[in-house]
């Protein structure tokens, strides 16, 4: 049987559906009735809700080791998909607690249960930082601890250093660095955080754009890539799954197109976005609400970070879908 962490959110879900389409007997952990839901929801979305009653769902909690125990009965693979996004400061013990302790629990639980193995769904946040010689950032770049990263990634980093040492203990694993998700554009209507608020944003006529760059990847290609992986004899490694590196302002473009709303317009600049995270700061504290954009989100919106997916294509012959294409082509759905 295979064990599904974090079935109610984006890649989980799909992962889900995927799963039970190969036929596979899945059990899904989760922490409320409601959230299920939003799951509900993706199959019903791909017309499979036929297909939602044959999960196996169990209350439990990653960070509830009592309640892991359940779940863990007749286990042979785990995708470890639960995990807490977030890039606000205030959130950085819970992004910690959930992310690395909650990692840390489903890697002692596969060991003492001798599953077979074990994949662990990590984010491009956690790869290196790369060097002045240098183009792309690979799996091999190395992680320099003196430079500034986000809560977000240091929890993802310190849930893969998990990952590895249930490796040391004999724990056959597969970590994958998926970039930005994206799913169909219709899903912003089930989703209400991560990629999605792309989405969201340009909706509502979003007026700025930024020349900061970074890796995006459908959420198909991601299940896709990670299921082919664990049926594969490749074990003990790590892969970045990325379809391409795109411009923000590109892919606000397609995405506004699609949606058929005005284009951002307004070129934010790296001043103008370090002066709006300065000032959201002071404004969500006064008011007691959250932070919409924070200073590792605002450096991200600039920054111009290059991704290699050679590793994956060399190894599974892997050919990714077209964002752009993608995004326009699941409007259809």
């Known amino acids: 049987m295979v064990l599904v962490t974090g079935g109610t959110g984006l890649v989980g879900a799909h992962l889900l559906l995927h ?7 899945v059990r899904a952990v989760y922490r409320s009735q409601n959230k299920i839901d939003k799951t509900k929801s993706v199959f019903d979305f791909y017309k499979k809700s036929h297909l939602f009653e044959k999960i196996n769902w169990l209350e439990a909690d990653i960070l509830d080791v009592p309640s892991l125990e359940n779940a863990f009965i007749d286990i042979t693979h785990v995708y470890h998909c639960a995990a807490l996004i977030s890039f606000d400061p205030k959130e950085e013990e819970k992004l910690r607690k959930t992310n690395i302790e909650g990692t840390a629990n489903m890697v002692n639980f596969s060991i003492a249960k001798e599953v077979e193995k ?5 984010s491009i946040a956690a790869l290196g930082d790369i060097a002045p010689h240098d183009t792309y950032i690979t799996e091999e770049t190395d992680w320099n601890p003196e430079k500034p990263h986000s809560d977000y990634a240091i929890s993802k980093y310190g849930a893969e250093m998990e990952v590895w040492r249930g490796l040391q203990e004999g ?3 597969i970590i994958v660095n998926p970039g930005v998700i994206l799913p169909p554009i219709q899903m ?5 955080e991560g990629s999605v608020e792309i989405y969201k944003k340009v909706s509502k006529g979003l007026p700025f754009y930024t020349l900061g760059s970074t890796g995006f990847i459908s959420v198909d290609d991601v299940v896709k890539t990670t ?3 664990m049926k594969s004899v490749i074990k003990n490694e790590r892969f970045t799954l990325i ?3 795109i411009v923000f302002r ?16 307004i070129h934010a600049k790296p001043f103008f976005m370090n002066l709006l995270w300065i000032t959201d700061g002071i404004f969500s504290t006064l008011f007691f609400r959250q932070r919409s954009i924070t200073k590792a989100t605002a450096k991200a919106s600039y920054s111009k970070n290059l991704y290699s997916n ?4 060399t190894a599974l012959g892997t050919v990714f879908i077209d964002i752009h294409q993608y995004i326009k082509e699941s409007s259809k759905l």
């Open 171 to 173: 724990l056959n694993v």
């Open 227 to 229: 299921l082919e992986l």
């Open 250 to 265: 590109d892919i606000l473009n397609t995405v506004a197109d699609t949606l058929k709303v005005k284009r951002a317009h």
């Open 188 to 192: 912003m209507t089930i989703f209400e």
């Open 118 to 122: 074990f994949c662990f769904i990590s």
């Open 243 to 245: 379809s391409d590196n």
């Open 19 to 25: 799963l039970i389409e190969n036929g596979e007997n």
């Open 310 to 313: 050679e590793k994956i294509k």
